[in-house]
């Protein structure tokens, strides 16, 4: 066999693997440790021992459980309600105000925690019930959610820009200060949407009644003050590290250790609490360890047989296809494979052949680290089988179908669609923050 038939067979035998419903992290460990053994022998069993040691000795991976950590116990001790009930009233005079409350909400959901999971489980159980309370259409508020919570992916500290710093062996940090800008111009967008949307279309979101919101200013600013701290917790955190006082693991600790401190202060640091926090944080860690240990081990023995050299060479020198030609078919398969797979398993399968075809292209990783993300992003609300579509209908209330949900993302998908062009046609959006702050 050529090296470019045993890619081929080795890639489509994960993708065969995936249809039969394996765990993401088996079939991609597998395939490439009996890849490894068949093609080397047994010295081959040293590639999966080597990306095992490697994943190990990888320090800054302790950054991962640290800010899982962060952010559940802000979710589970209350904090991030408080959040929400500070929205509502310093937004509720506007129409379609709640919405825009909920998308301010999930960008600091983002910004504590990292997942998009997160965000919409947050906004499900806090945001929703209470805007359908208000009267606002179960279409429009349904698709908020979703795309508000898809900002967690993008927003630092991102875990999908982590497991990618890891897998494209790219410096974290970097990649936090590029998906900062993207991130709050999508939300930008959102809001604009919502509030010309509602501005033509009262009835899709009502301001809020005037006995509600006329608070006296004291109450105004206790609420302002409840609110405030997760983003004080958040800018304490993220300043130190900018200012050099902290490296990035240590800024997770203070992170960590910020948020718990915030529950004991508030008297809401129970058993009951720190059992969900450490238990939540325990089963994503572990799962996020597994599947960049799979990752590395595919990888390997993917670079090791030549597969990108083989691949560019198809592209370039026999189909002639340009660089942006290239990068544009990578974009689209992301929306292909996110209707069946979530973000970390596209990562995990694609990232080994295409983050190094990118770099040979004369493309920056850093920025193409933003565009996958933003086209994960569109690919977990895209009908079929979009992953937020279906987190949504096992959250939302039974007057909310399954239609309603597809009907509600496509405006949001559109608009990221928007953020996805403005990003490709202006690389300084994503690139102009890392090279400000260490001149990248």
Same mark, same amino acid.
């Given at each position: 066999?050529?090296?470019?038939?045993?890619?081929?067979?080795?890639?489509?035998?994960?993708?065969? #693997? &995936?249809?039969? !419903?394996?765990?993401?992290?088996? =079939?991609? $460990?597998?395939?490439? @440790?009996? +890849?490894? *053994?068949?093609?080397?022998?047994?010295?081959?069993?040293?590639?999966?021992?080597?990306?095992?040691?490697?994943?190990?000795?990888?320090?800054?991976?302790?950054?991962?459980?640290?800010?899982?950590?962060?952010?559940?116990?802000?979710?589970?001790?209350?904090?991030?309600?408080?959040?929400?009930?500070?929205?509502?009233?310093?937004?509720?005079?506007?129409?379609?105000?709640?919405?825009?409350?909920?998308?301010?909400?999930?960008?600091?959901?983002?910004?504590?925690?990292?997942?998009?999971?997160?965000?919409?489980?947050?906004?499900?159980?806090?945001?929703?019930?209470? #805007? &359908?309370?208000? !009267?606002?259409?179960?279409?429009? =508020?349904? $698709?908020?959610?979703? @795309?508000? +919570?898809? *900002?967690?992916?993008?927003?630092?500290?991102?875990?999908?820009?982590?497991?990618?710093?890891?897998?494209?062996?790219?410096?974290?940090?970097?990649?936090?200060?590029?998906?900062?800008?993207?991130?709050?111009?999508?939300?930008?967008?959102?809001?604009?949407?919502?509030?010309?949307?509602?501005?033509?279309?009262?009835?899709?979101?009502?301001?809020?009644?005037?006995?509600?919101?006329?608070?006296?200013?004291?109450?105004?600013?206790?609420?302002?003050?409840?609110?405030?701290?997760?983003?004080?917790?958040?800018?304490?955190?993220?300043?130190?590290?900018?200012?050099?006082?902290?490296?990035?693991?240590?800024?997770?600790?203070?992170?960590?250790?910020?948020?718990?401190?915030?529950?004991?202060?508030?008297?809401?640091?129970?058993?009951?609490?720190?059992?969900?926090?450490?238990?939540?944080?325990?089963?994503?860690?572990?799962?996020?360890?597994?599947?960049?240990?799979?990752?590395?081990?595919?990888?390997?023995?993917?670079?090791?047989?030549?597969?990108?050299?083989?691949?560019?060479?198809?592209?370039?020198?026999?189909?002639?296809?340009?660089?942006?030609?290239?990068?544009?078919?990578?974009?689209?398969?992301?929306?292909?494979?996110?209707?069946?797979?979530?973000?970390?398993?596209?990562?995990?399968?694609?990232?080994?052949?295409?983050?190094?075809?990118?770099?040979?292209?004369?493309?920056?990783?850093?920025?193409?680290?933003?565009?996958?993300?933003?086209?994960?992003?569109?690919?977990?609300?895209?009908?079929?089988?979009?992953?937020?579509?279906?987190?949504?209908?096992?959250?939302?209330?039974?007057?909310?179908?399954?239609?309603?949900?597809?009907?509600?993302?496509?405006?949001?998908?559109?608009?990221?669609?928007?953020?996805?062009?403005?990003?490709?046609?202006?690389?300084?959006?994503?690139?102009?923050?890392?090279?400000?702050?260490?001149?990248?």
């Amino acid at each position: 066999m050529t090296y470019q038939t045993i890619a081929a067979l080795m890639f489509s035998t994960m993708m065969l #693997l &995936l249809l039969t !419903g394996q765990r993401v992290f088996g =079939v991609i $460990g597998f395939v490439g @440790a009996a +890849s490894a *053994l068949l093609l080397w022998g047994n010295g081959g069993v040293e590639m999966p021992f080597t990306a095992a040691i490697q994943l190990m000795n990888w320090y800054p991976l302790l950054t991962l459980p640290l800010f899982i950590f962060m952010g559940y116990m802000l979710s589970e001790s209350g904090i991030a309600g408080e959040l929400y009930e500070m929205f509502h009233v310093w937004m509720g005079s506007l129409k379609g105000g709640l919405a825009v409350g909920t998308i301010g909400l999930m960008v600091v959901i983002s910004a504590m925690n990292g997942l998009s999971v997160a965000g919409m489980a947050i906004g499900a159980t806090i945001a929703l019930p209470e #805007l &359908l309370r208000r !009267g606002y259409d179960k279409t429009m =508020v349904t $698709g908020v959610i979703q @795309a508000g +919570s898809s *900002l967690g992916i993008l927003v630092p500290p991102s875990v999908v820009l982590v497991l990618y710093g890891m897998i494209a062996r790219q410096p974290v940090s970097q990649l936090w200060l590029a998906g900062a800008i993207p991130g709050l111009i999508l939300a930008g967008l959102f809001v604009l949407y919502i509030v010309v949307r509602c501005h033509f279309q009262p009835h899709l979101g009502p301001a809020l009644p005037a006995e509600e919101r006329n608070l006296s200013l004291a109450e105004k600013l206790r609420l302002l003050r409840a609110g405030i701290l997760p983003l004080l917790i958040f800018f304490f955190m993220t300043g130190l590290f900018l200012m050099g006082v902290t490296s990035l693991v240590e800024s997770s600790a203070v992170g960590a250790l910020a948020a718990t401190l915030a529950a004991l202060a508030k008297r809401r640091l129970n058993g009951k609490v720190m059992e969900a926090t450490l238990h939540k944080t325990l089963g994503i860690s572990c799962m996020f360890m597994w599947i960049i240990l799979a990752a590395l081990c595919f990888g390997a023995v993917f670079d090791g047989l030549g597969a990108v050299r083989a691949i560019e060479g198809l592209f370039l020198d026999r189909i002639g296809m340009s660089p942006w030609q290239i990068l544009v078919m990578m974009q689209l398969s992301y929306i292909l494979l996110g209707m069946f797979l979530d973000d970390t398993a596209m990562l995990v399968i694609v990232a080994p052949l295409y983050v190094p075809l990118v770099i040979s292209l004369g493309f920056d990783p850093i920025w193409y680290g933003v565009l996958y993300t933003i086209t994960v992003q569109i690919a977990y609300m895209t009908p079929p089988f979009g992953y937020n579509l279906f987190l949504m209908r096992a959250m939302a209330p039974p007057e909310i179908s399954l239609g309603d949900i597809y009907r509600s993302v496509w405006p949001f998908v559109g608009i990221m669609l928007v953020g996805l062009a403005l990003i490709t046609a202006f690389p300084q959006l994503a690139l102009w923050l890392p090279q400000l702050y260490r001149g990248y």
